[in-house]
Every structure is written in structure tokens, then in C-alpha cells.
């Protein structure tokens, strides 16, 4: 019964502001949106950015089990305040992007967990790893320029060294922990 309540109070909202109900492909807009990562190192926060995001959702808000999403970050246009951060990111015991460049995000299927929250099935790749996912995220929809966007907004944790991130001394959980946090930030366009 909730499920259902909660659709109908969705597919009623999409209606007023005009949005067709039916499913759709959206595209990730670049210059609105933004993947944060987020770390330790010792008892120091540090943050980076990836800036090179390409993303397309296909997505029936009113039937959100049929979803599917397909994100690839390319690794090697990370954002960091230091150089020498950087190079070691990019550096064959982290991220390896001379043999890895891209990490993915594939997912065949969505649920409803709230009026706006879902949650995705699918798959993360990081270097050569594979690992099934479960991708909570919610999903607003607004206009951007005149035109129907949706807002995906979404907190998880990545445990790194599941996906081979901390090789030799990088494997040491002491001064950078196994958890990173990835915040997503992103709007997308309906094609």
C-alpha cells in the first residue's frame, strides 16, 4: 500500500508540472553536476573532484523498477588541491589509469523506497574489480533553462581496497582508511 501511495503522489507531481509519464532516456548535464569523493588521510578530511562524468539514465519515474543507468568516471581527469596528491592517485598502486582510466556504474533495475528515494541494482567496476552494487539515490524533478531535469542526489561508501585502490604501502589502512565516501550531485536532461 505504501508503494503504491507513494507512486501515485509521484505520478500525480509529474503530471502538474508537466512532465511527460512515460519512460525516457536523461543525460547527465556536466556543468551542473558533480561527484565528489572523500577521504582521510591520517586525521586530515580531503576531498577531490571527478570531472569528467558521462552518464545516461533510463528512467519511467512512474514505473522506477524498469530503470537502468550507465555511468562511466573517467579516472584520470580527477580534481585534487595538490599535484603530488595526484600523481599518487593516478599512480599504478591506486588507480592505475595508465592500465584502468575509467571506472563504471552499470545498473538493470530501481525500486521505490520513499515518495522521491530509490534504490538501484547494478554493478561497480574500479581497475580490474567487479563488485555488485546497491546505489541509494534520490530523484527530484525540476526545470533547468526552461526545460524538465531531474536531480539525483546520493551519499555512498566505497570500500577501496575491494577494488584493488591501495596496493604496497596504499594497502595500509592506518593513515588512508578503506572507506571512501563518493557524494553525487547530478542533473540530467531529458533526449
Known amino acids: 500500500m505504501r508503494n503504491l501511495l507513494s507512486r501515485a503522489l509521484l505520478g500525480g507531481a509529474l503530471i502538474v508540472i508537466g512532465l511527460p509519464v512515460q519512460a525516457a532516456i536523461w543525460q547527465l548535464d556536466p556543468t551542473m553536476s558533480t561527484v565528489v569523493f572523500k577521504y582521510n588521510y591520517g586525521s586530515d578530511e580531503y576531498q577531490g573532484i571527478f570531472t569528467n562524468v558521462e552518464a545516461n539514465f533510463d528512467i519511467d519515474p512512474t514505473r522506477p523498477g524498469s530503470c537502468k543507468f550507465d555511468v562511466t568516471i573517467s579516472i584520470e581527469d580527477i580534481e585534487v588541491d595538490s599535484p603530488e596528491v595526484l600523481d599518487y592517485l593516478l599512480d599504478y598502486e591506486l588507480f592505475d589509469v595508465d592500465t584502468w582510466p575509467t571506472a563504471t556504474f552499470q545498473a538493470e533495475s530501481c525500486r521505490l523506497t520513499g515518495v522521491t528515494s530509490f534504490e538501484s541494482d547494478g554493478t561497480l567496476t574500479i581497475r580490474d574489480q567487479t563488485k555488485p552494487m546497491t546505489f541509494p539515490f534520490d530523484l527530484n524533478i525540476e526545470t533547468c533553462d526552461g526545460q524538465v ?17 591501495g596496493q604496497g604501502y596504499w594497502a595500509n589502512t592506518a593513515e588512508v582508511p578503506n572507506e571512501v565516501n563518493v557524494v553525487v550531485d547530478v542533473y540530467a536532461t531529458q533526449q
Open 149 to 165: 531535469c531531474f536531480r539525483l542526489t546520493s551519499e555512498v561508501t566505497i570500500l577501496r581496497l575491494e577494488y584493488g585502490v
